[in-house]
């Protein structure tokens, strides 16, 4: 099938600004511009859609800011979970468990927490509880940030942004690579990766597989992870092409998940300070198994050069078993806190399914980009969750017992189990419009959300029974324009909303309202044909209503939904090539947030807890000519600025400047017989910085220790 066949036909093949981008973003100068389109689309795959537009349109050609971060960037950094990759992104802010727990990816965009991520485009449903899918690096070709409201494209889904895993495809031209990695805290890994055609039929495979074992930053605790992820691409017409995928990930082992006071390690303590390995659980309680199995399938089909018809499916299945502990206050003497034991047994199955027509019109000079959408999503969760709640195990967090625990003596007086479902459909339309150096987009959607939640509860032996029902339609809208000017410079500014549906309900019983935001966005795009500097500079304000607050008073207390939250500020990402040996990446975000209404306890003016004021970034990237060719070297400095430590606002969790290191040599450059060998090592927090997240002054987490490590790959 010849691949141009993906491309927009006239001035939507890709401007000036895009391939420009495009080409800094992929860390090499590309002088065609069909060909860096075709080289893209098979790296990315025919069925690829960016997140922006959900075409195949470039990014830079749409008024929202967009962040890309490639394989190649994550290869070079180490990076193994995509909290990781986001480290050196504008406007996100990552690790807000700390970095002793690794098994969900956790950030706010723009402030905003994002519990569910994007994987090829579909959501990663989550349950509300602990079976949250985690994608590995391992199996991600590309990563994409859209900053702002979604909703027009995606449906339920926070206003500061999303983040959307694009997966590695099959490939006509055959590729293998093995690896093998060691490091920090014992780490073993092995992974496979092998593409390419089958015999002579129109059939193209990829089969990714990987095998990782580590101990975790916590004393005690260990990682262990194991995954193979398949895929095939089927031609059956001329016209037609057929993707089927699986993902399975089988996670024995995925470390802790317990917090430590704030005296002690923010905060001082007069009996000193904890150690970043410090675990106040124990070793006879602490389980987190998780098994997930996706299948899916993507059809797609051109009617003809100007419209074709996408449709992207999948179905998940996934189970998750934890064993855990959670403290309470820190005593009079600033040693010994309490602790219930608990339990949570989960699974979850769901299946999502996006239908996509897109098609191009041209009516005089404008030129027109249509999308015609229908998506649907359904979650199906059980959960079992037990708990002790007498706060009867005490520990001493400056000498830690980690075996206290008789399993077979603990007393669970408080079971709940919960049946929770939920059903959303969408409906969207979106234009974009061209007129000679001006490009306009347009979206409106409109959403139906049901969902409901069956709850058993037995608390010492009473038993009540409740249901929760949710029903809610909204229609989102979206609006933009972009103006490309001759010297490379291309203001925007847009408009977009969000919709967020909300389960549960407050402590009076009190159903909790959709959450609904909108977003003001003027930016500033910088890429001159030629040039070596390319940019983006955005001002954002956002304003989230019906916003779900934490009791400033007892963060253990139920939520509750009351007023307004703002959050306003700047990115700025630059990248300079400034020698043919060297680049360099800047990011820079800052935000003000702040509560600006809440009818329950006056907390306007306070800031949330885990949103920096500013957080900066330097990435630098050095490739030797001469006698040492083959060798590249990074340096990379990530600084955050001070957080609030709880809801009152009450003390600061202080900011942070981090250094990474990173080093790759090509063994071709010595010797042709080792032509497919490369050798990648790479250090974060080469210093060894301390660093905390907190939650309130009972829940604090310490930020990741220095890691080194190593990696020998080799492709053939």
């Known amino acids: 099938m010849d691949l141009r066949k993906m491309e927009t036909p006239t001035k939507f093949h890709r401007s000036t600004l895009a391939v420009v981008v495009s080409a800094l973003i992929a860390g090499h100068v590309v002088a065609d511009e069909d060909v860096s389109q075709i080289e893209t689309i098979t790296v990315l795959g025919e069925t690829y859609r960016n997140t922006a537009t959900k075409t195949s349109l470039d990014p830079e050609e749409t008024p929202q800011a967009i962040t890309v971060i490639t394989k190649d960037e994550m290869d070079l950094r180490g990076v193994s979970t995509v909290s990781e990759a986001l480290r050196y992104s504008s406007g996100v802010n990552t690790e807000l468990r700390g970095r002793a727990v690794t098994r969900l990816d956790l950030f706010n965009i723009r402030g905003f927490i994002n519990y569910t991520n994007f994987y090829d485009g579909l959501p990663l449903l989550f349950n509300g509880w602990n079976l949250q899918p985690q994608i590995d690096a391992a199996a991600i070709e590309q990563i994409e940030v859209f900053k702002g409201p979604t909703s027009v494209l995606y449906g339920n889904i926070p206003p500061g942004g999303m983040v ?39 059939v193209n495979y990829r089969i990714i597989g990987m095998a990782k074992q580590r101990d975790g930053q916590a004393d005690t605790s260990e990682d262990e992870r194991y995954l ?7 031609q059956a017409t001329e016209n037609t092409l057929v993707n089927v995928n699986v993902y399975y990930q089988n996670d024995p082992s995925a470390g802790i998940y317990t917090t430590v006071p704030a005296a002690g390690s923010v905060l001082d303590n007069p009996l000193g300070s904890l150690s970043p390995n410090t675990y106040l659980g124990d070793e006879n309680w602490n389980t987190y198994e998780r098994e997930v199995l996706m299948v899916g399938y993507k059809i797609q089909h051109d009617f003809s050069s100007n419209w074709q018809f996408l449709q992207n499916a999948r179905f998940m299945t996934a189970d998750a078993y934890q064993e855990n502990t959670y403290n309470s206050e820190l005593q009079a003497d600033n040693r010994t806190i309490g ?58 967090i400056f000498n830690p017992d980690h075996n206290q625990i008789n399993r077979d003596s603990l007393n669970f007086l408080y079971q709940q189990d919960l049946d929770i479902s939920m059903k959303q459909i969408g409906l ?45 339609s909204n229609v989102s809208f979206r609006v933009g324009g972009l103006y490309e000017l001759d010297f490379g410079l291309s203001p925007y500014l847009t408009y977009s909303e969000s919709f967020e549906p909300i389960a549960g309900a407050d402590a009076t019983g009190k159903a909790f309202e959709p959450s609904t935001g909108h977003q003001w966005e003027l930016g500033f795009k910088y890429a001159p044909l030629g040039g070596n500097v390319s940019g983006n500079l955005a001002l954002f304000h956002i304003t989230k209503k019906n916003a779900i607050l934490t009791d400033p008073n007892n963060p253990y207390a139920p939520q509750y939904q009351a007023g307004e939250v703002v959050s306003q500020g700047a990115e700025l990402e630059a990248k300079w090539q400034a020698t ?59 600084y955050v600025g001070e957080t609030q430590m709880d809801a009152q606002n009450s003390d600061q969790v202080a900011d942070y400047t981090l250094v990474d290191l990173a080093a790759s040599y090509d063994f071709s450059a010595a010797s042709q017989s080792l032509e497919g060998a490369t050798v990648t090592v790479s250090a974060s927090n080469i210093f060894d910085e301390e660093y905390y997240s907190c939650y309130d002054k009972n829940n604090c987490w310490f930020g990741a220790e220095r890691s080194i490590e190593a990696t020998l790959e080799y492709k053939f």
């Open 228 to 234: 193979l992820a398949p895929s095939f691409d089927w």
């Open 428 to 472: 969207y339309f979106q234009d974009q419009v061209r007129y000679d150096n001006l490009v306009m987009i347009a979206g409106l959607r409109w959403d139906k959300y049901e969902s409901e939640t069956d709850t058993e509860t037995n608390y010492i032996g009473d038993v009540s029974t409740g249901k929760e029902k949710l029903d809610d």
């Open 580 to 638: 043919s040996q060297a680049d360099l990446t800047l990011n820079y975000t800052y935000i003000d947030m702040e509560i600006t209404e809440d009818t329950y306890y006056n907390q306007e003016g306070k800031t949330p807890v885990w949103v920096p004021e500013q957080t900066a970034s330097l990435w630098a990237n050095y490739y030797f000519e001469g006698p040492l060719t083959g060798l590249r070297t990074s340096a990379g400095v990530r």
């Open 164 to 202: 959307n895993m694009i997966a590695k495809t099959p490939q006509s031209e055959p590729s293998h690579s093995v690896s093998v990695s060691t490091g920090s805290d014992s780490l073993k890994e092995v992974n496979f990766d092998t593409t390419g055609q089958i015999g002579d039929s129109n």
């Open 339 to 396: 602790r219930n034991a608990y339990l949570t047994d989960e699974t979850s199955k769901s299946f999502v399914i996006d239908n996509q027509l897109s098609g191009y019109l041209s009516h005089g000079k404008f030129e027109h980009n249509l999308l015609f959408g229908l998506d649907y999503q359904q979650l199906d969760s059980d959960v079992k969750y037990k708990d002790t709640l007498d706060y009867s195990l005490t520990q001493d």
